[in-house]
Nanobody
Framework: QVQLVESGGGLVQAGGSLRLSCAAS????????MGWYRQAPGKQRELVAT???????NYSDSVKGRFTISRDSAQNTVYLEMNSLKPEDTGAYYC???????????WGQGTQVTVSS
């Protein structure tokens, strides 16, 4: 049974920084894509950033240059460094892992990020 546990959310002023972490417990195929999605109230869940097991990253245009995704594959952990935060970054942030050999999606329970103006 794989579980994803996020941490690091909170309340921060605009312009501030936060670092999210997501640790995966259980056995996950090494070939996978880890990422972060977010959902603001009344809006659909959207991609924030992903990183492959080979280290290739992808960002939404809204966070490019401000957010950095990284991973420690040995620890099955993914991080999201968020800088220059804006009020529109507010939302629940969800960790996601997609395994590629046998395609399966895992989701974390979400961690709240609130950016005040």
């Amino acid at each position: 049974q794989v579980q994803l546990v996020e941490s690091g959310g909170g309340l921060v002023q605009a312009g501030g920084s936060l670092r999210l972490s997501c640790a995966a417990s259980g056995s996950i195929y090494a070939l996978n894509v880890m990422g972060w999605y977010r959902q603001a109230p009344g809006k659909q869940r959207e991609l924030v950033a992903t990183i492959t097991s080979g280290g290739i990253t992808n960002y939404s245009d809204s966070v490019k240059g401000r957010f950095t995704i990284s991973r420690d594959s040995a620890q099955n952990t993914v991080y999201l460094e968020m800088n220059s935060l804006k009020p529109e970054d507010t939302g629940a942030y969800y960790c996601h892992v997609r395994t590629l050999v046998i395609r399966y999606d895992y989701w974390g329970q979400g961690t709240q990020v609130t950016v005040s103006s």
